[in-house]
C-alpha cells in the first residue's frame, strides 16, 4: 500500500528506484548484495523461528543434555535477546556475567549451544532473523567502504513506528543517517507496547538527545475514536513520567461514555459480554466483525469461546496458527527451499523422509553425525554417500540416492522457471499432491485444500511480479514469504465474526465496539510489572492502547472473583480504572453511579472507592428503581442454612434439580445438585444462584 502511495505521487520511473521495507527485507538484500564479505553465499537461506528451534532442539540432543532444562524455546529467546542487543556467540562466551546468570538457571553450556548453533548456521548459509540486524551491523562496521556506498545511496531516510525499533535497528539507522542527517522518524511513544520483543522505547524519547538540530512535529488529532475516548486515553497515559507530552484531541462527535461492568466471577463476566453483544448486534443492526474483546493473557480466552459459543455467536481468535505456519505448508515450502540451497540442513530434515521413503531417524542422525565430524553441509554427505558405504547398507545408499536424483531433477531451471511452474512441479513430482490428496477425513481434505490455496497464491505472485517486470521464479517468492509476519499478510476470511485477541495483537486495528476485559490488580497490570515503574508504565501504555482501538464505544470489565490454580480467588479491580476520570465512565449496573462492593467478614473492602455494597439474591446486579435512595447493586450470598438435602431448586443456567448432598462449612460450603436436563454439580453455595422452588 505505501508503495502504491508513493508512486502517485513520485511517479513509477522514481519509485522503482526507492528501498522500501520492513528493516529485515531492507537487510536482507543488502546482505544477498554484500554478503559474500562475511563469508555467505548470495542465496543463503532465512530460519524461521521453528527452523532455529528444531536446529537447538538438535544440537541439546547432541550434548545429551536434559532438555527440560535446556528448553529450546527458552534458548532461542535468549540468542535472540543476545543478537538484538549485538552480542555475538563469542563475546556471549567471555562474558563473565553472561555466564553467572546461565548458572543461576541451570544452564552452564548455553554458551556453547549458542557457539554450536551459529557455526552451524553458517555452514549450513544460513541466516536467522536476528542475524540479518547482527550481520548488517557487522558488515558495517568492519567494512567502512559498504558503509559509506550505503550512506552515498541513502540520503534521506524515512522509519515508521519508531518506537518499536530494537537496539541492532537504531544503530544501523544511526550510521547510515551519519552522513546526510536527513531522517525523519514516525512515532507515538504512548503505543510503545514490544519490550518482551527487545523493542526500546529510549529510542524515541532520546530522539533529541541523538540531532541535537531536530525538528519536532505533533500530529495529535485522532481520526478514528471518539472525544470521550480520547480524552480518557489522555488521562490514562498522563500518569506516565517516561513520555513525549502531547494533547491528542478529536473532532469526531463526543460520543458515549466507557460502560463499566463488574460480574462475581469470571465465568459470569463471559456470559455478560457474550449477552451485551448480542443485544447491541441486534438492537444496533450491527455486524458481529463490529466487536472485539481484548485480554491480556491468552489463557483468558477460554471463557469467553465458551461463552460466545453458547449463545452461537461467531468468533475468530486472531493470531492463532497462521496459513504459513500449517505442517502441509511448512513441508511444501522446505522443498522450495532445498531446492534453491541444497545446503539447508532444517529443510533437508524435513523432506529426507516426507512423504516417506524409508530413510529412518538413525540414518539421519548418522548423516549429521558425519556431517558434524567432516564440518560439511549434511547434503555433502549426501551426495557422496557412496564413499560411506561401510557407514550405510546398500538398501539405505538407494535410498539416499533416489532422494537426492530427485532434488536434483526437481531442481532443473531453479534460476529461469517461474515460480508458479516450479511450485507445481515440486508438489508433484515430491510427491506431496498425491500424499495429501488420498486423505479422506475432514483434517486431511483441509490440508489438500490448504496446497490448493498455496499455489494460488504463488500463481498470483507469479503473475503480479512478471507485470512489474520483477524476479518472477521460486528464488524471489521465497524471499517474499521468507518475511512475511502473521499480521502484515494475513487475510481474513470474508466472515462476520467477533474477534478475540491479545491486547498486544490489537495495535494497528479498529472495531466500533471494544471489551477490555480481566482489568484486576492480579491481572492487568501484569503481576510480572510489581516494583519496576518502567515495567508498570508499559503496561499503562499496553491499556492506551487497547482503549484507543475504539471507534464508537468502549465497555471496561472486571470479575471479584476469579479461578487460579483451581480456587476462586478474590480479586481488587485494576488501578488503571481509578486512573480513568470518573467523568468518562458509566455503570449501567448501578444506575450509572461507581459500584460498591459489600465487605465479607475477615476481608477489607476491595473496590474503587472502597465502600460496602449490596447485591441481589440471584447473584445477578439488579437495576433499582429510580426513586431509591441509593444508586446501588445488591447481592445476598445464599445462606447454606436455607438449604437441605432433598430440596428442588432452580439455577439460572442448569435448570430444575434435587441437592442430593451438602458438604463444608462456610464460606465455602458446596451443594451437589442432580439436573434434570445437565447431570450431577458440585456448586459452590455462596455464589451457586440457587433459588428454592
Known amino acids: 500500500e505505501m508503495k502504491e502511495r508513493i508512486s502517485r505521487i513520485s511517479g513509477p520511473d522514481i519509485a522503482r528506484f526507492l528501498w522500501m521495507g520492513t528493516f529485515h527485507s531492507i537487510f536482507a538484500r543488502i546482505l544477498r548484495r554484500e554478503g559474500d564479505r562475511l563469508g555467505y553465499k548470495s542465496n543463503f537461506t532465512i530460519y524461521d523461528t521453528s527452523d532455529s528451534k528444531s536446529l537447538v532442539r538438535s544440537i541439546i540432543r547432541e550434548l545429551n543434555l536434559d532438555d527440560n532444562i535446556y528448553k529450546p524455546g527458552v534458548i532461542t529467546a535468549r540468542i535472540s535477546a543476545a543478537k538484538n542487543n549485538l552480542v555475538t556467540a563469542s563475546m556471549y562466551a567471555a562474558d563473565g556475567s553472561m555466564a553467572e546468570y546461565d548458572k543461576s538457571i541451570r544452564m552452564p553450556l548455553l554458551a556453547e549451544i549458542f557457539k554450536t548453533y551459529s557455526s552451524r548456521c553458517f555452514r549450513a548459509n544460513a541466516m536467522d532473523f536476528d542475524d540479518l540486524l547482527l550481520n548488517t551491523n557487522i558488515l558495517f562496521r568492519d567494512f567502512p567502504d559498504v558503509l559509506a556506498a550505503y550512506q552515498d545511496r541513502f540520503s534521506y531516510i524515512l522509519v515508521d513506528e519508531y518506537q518499536d525499533t530494537n537496539y541492532a535497528q537504531y544503530l544501523i539507522v544511526k550510521k547510515l543517517a551519519a552522513i546526510h542527517h536527513n531522517l525523519c522518524v514516525v512515532g507515538d511513544d504512548a503505543q510503545s507496547i ?236 515430491s510427491g506431496i499432491m498425491k500424499d495429501l490428496r488420498d486423505g479422506k477425513l475432514p483434517e486431511e481434505v483441509s490440508r489438500y485444500e490448504n496446497l490448493e490455496e498455496l499455489l494460488n497464491a504463488i500463481k498470483m505472485f507469479t503473475e503480479a511480479a512478471e507485470t512489474n517486470g520483477e524476479p518472477s521464479n521460486l528464488e524471489a517468492y521465497m524471499a517474499n514469504v521468507a518475511l512475511l509476519t502473521d499480521q502484515d499478510n494475513e487475510k481474513e476470511e470474508d466472515r462476520d465474526k467477533v474477534t478475540l485477541m491479545t491486547m498486544h495483537s490489537a495495535k494497528g486495528l479498529e472495531f466500533k465496539h471494544v471489551y477490555i476485559v480481566g482489568l484486576e490488580d492480579t491481572l492487568f497490570p501484569s503481576p510480572m510489572s510489581a516494583g519496576s515503574s518502567k515495567e508498570l508504565e508499559e503496561e499503562r501504555r499496553l491499556f492506551y492502547v487497547a482503549l484507543t482501538r475504539t471507534e464508537k464505544q468502549a465497555t471496561l470489565s472486571y470479575a471479584l472473583n476469579r479461578y487460579k490454580w483451581g480456587n476462586l480467588e478474590r480479586c481488587s479491580p485494576s488501578r488503571f480504572l481509578r486512573e480513568v476520570g470518573q467523568e468518562f465512565l458509566y455503570y449501567p449496573q448501578t444506575g450509572g453511579k461507581p459500584f460498591t462492593q459489600k465487605r465479607i467478614p475477615g476481608e477489607r473492602p476491595q473496590s474503587l472507592k472502597e465502600e460496602p455494597a449490596e447485591f441481589s439474591r440471584t447473584g445477578r446486579f439488579k437495576k433499582l428503581h429510580p426513586s431509591e435512595e441509593k444508586s446501588t447493586v445488591v447481592f445476598e450470598s445464599n445462606d447454606p442454612s436455607e438449604f437441605s438435602e432433598g430440596d428442588p431448586v432452580h439455577h439460572e443456567r442448569f435448570g430444575n434439580g434435587i441437592i442430593v448432598s451438602i458438604e463444608g462449612v462456610a464460606p465455602n460450603v458446596t451443594a451437589s445438585v442432580a439436573f434434570e436436563n445437565n447431570g450431577t454439580k458440585k456448586l459452590l453455595l455462596r455464589f451457586a444462584k440457587l433459588r428454592k422452588l
Open 194 to 429: 514490544y519490550s518482551f520483543r527487545g523493542a526500546r522505547i529510549e529510542n524515541i524519547l532520546e530522539f533529541r538527545n541523538d540531532y541535537a538540530d531536530y525538528r519536532l512535529f505533533k500530529l495529535e488529532q485522532n481520526y478514528r475514536s471518539t472525544q470521550t475516548i480520547v480524552n480518557a486515553a489522555n488521562a490514562i497515559i498522563a500518569n506516565n513520567t517516561g513520555q513525549i507530552h502531547k494533547k491528542v484531541f478529536s473532532k469526531n462527535e463526543p460520543g458515549e461514555k466507557i460502560m463499566v461492568m463488574q460480574s462475581m466471577t469470571d465465568m459470569e463476566e463471559g456470559f455478560s459480554i457474550a449477552s451485551d453483544i448480542f443485544d447491541k448486534k441486534y438492537s444496533q443492526q450491527l455486524n458481529w466483525s463490529d466487536f472485539a474483546v481484548l485480554y491480556r493473557t491468552n489463557a483468558q480466552s477460554r471463557i469467553f469461546e465458551e461463552t460466545l459459543r453458547r449463545k452461537n455467536i461467531p468468533y475468530k481468535i486472531y493470531g492463532g496458527l497462521s496459513f504459513y505456519e500449517r505442517k502441509e505448508i511448512k513441508d511444501i515450502l522446505a522443498y522450495f527451499r532445498m531446492v534453491i540451497n541444497p545446503e539447508d540442513e532444517e529443510a533437508l530434515k524435513r523432506t529426507i523422509n516426507y512423504p516417506k521413503r524409508g530413510i529412518g531417524d538413525t540414518t539421519v542422525n548418522k548423516i549429521l553425525e558425519l556431517s558434524s565430524d567432516q564440518n560439511v553441509s549434511a547434503w555433502q554427505i549426501l551426495s557422496e554417500a557412496e564413499k560411506h558405504s561401510d557407514q550405510f547398507n546398500k538398501g539405505t545408499l538407494g535410498k539416499l540416492k533416489g532422494y537426492t536424483d530427485l532434488l536434483t531433477v526437481l531442481s532443473a531451471d531453479i534460476a529461469k522457471a517461474d515460480a508458479y511452474t516450479k511450485a507445481r512441479e515440486i508438489a508433484t513430482g
